[in-house]
């Protein structure tokens, strides 16, 4: 059972490079979330896909961009990375969109970037 | 207001049971209170959500206060493993589904 897989596991960008973060599930899930976290500080939500075709932005979507692939793929775009970008970042499913369900998130195990 | 309110910190000697608090005192009925918990470099999993009652499953047991104002996750034998971040989340049925920093919980051998 993947789950949730997130690539690539670690990345190193240069300010103002562009990067792509992938994230897959196996599970049927009909949302799609990507959240950040920083140093010692909980989870913020950036952008989610309630289903299929759709996306809406989050907490913090600024300097973002997401697309839903397929129901299976849900990436996250960095066009110009800055340092503030600097987290790990966390792509997860429910089976349900959260605003009808409390559907469980499953999550991967993340990405760490690190923007110099 | 979805906050809810955890200690930072906990400690536990191992096989012993821990109790987690959980402050939500703004609760209105229909919300469900979720654990997840955070192991090192892992992203987050879930544990144990309620809404009234109380439930166990085979992780952990969720005690829901009557007034719904509180809850404690209790983890009943504490083992090495559980060493993680527990965070207690109110379920409003919003897409933003809020991970305060959470309680980090210490096993001691």
């Known amino acids: 059972n993947a789950g949730v897989t997130q690539t690539p596991k670690f990345q190193v960008l240069k300010t103002g490079q562009s990067m792509t973060l992938q994230c897959a599930q196996d599970m049927n899930h009909n949302s799609m979330y990507w959240y950040r976290q920083d140093p010692g500080m909980g989870l913020r939500l950036i952008y989610y896909s309630a289903s299929e075709g759709t996306t809406d932005k989050g907490e913090v979507p600024n300097g973002y961009n997401v697309s839903r692939l397929n129901k299976r793929e849900f990436s996250l775009r960095l066009e110009s990375a800055a340092p503030s970008q600097t987290s790990v970042y966390f792509c997860?499913?429910?089976?349900?969109?959260?605003?009808?369900?409390?559907?469980?998130?499953?999550f991967g195990n993340g990405t760490r970037l690190t923007v110099t | 207001d979805a906050k809810t309110t955890q200690p930072n910190s906990m400690e536990s000697n191992e096989e012993e049971p821990v109790h987690l608090p959980c402050n939500h005192s703004t609760i209105s009925g229909t919300d469900y209170i979720h654990w997840y918990r955070q192991l090192p470099s892992q992203g987050p999993e879930y544990v144990i959500h309620?809404?009234?009652s109380n439930v166990n499953n085979r992780m952990a047991s969720l005690a829901i206060a009557e007034d719904r104002k509180s809850s404690t996750l209790i983890l009943h034998r504490a083992t090495l493993r559980d060493a993680a971040v527990y965070y207690c989340?109110?379920?409003?049925?919003?897409?933003?589904?809020?991970f305060g920093p959470g309680t980090r919980l210490s096993v001691l051998p």
């Open positions: 997860a499913s429910s089976e349900e969109p959260r605003s009808s369900y409390n559907s469980p998130l499953h």
């Open positions: 989340i109110r379920d409003n049925y919003g897409q933003n589904f809020v």
């Open positions: 309620g809404l009234t």
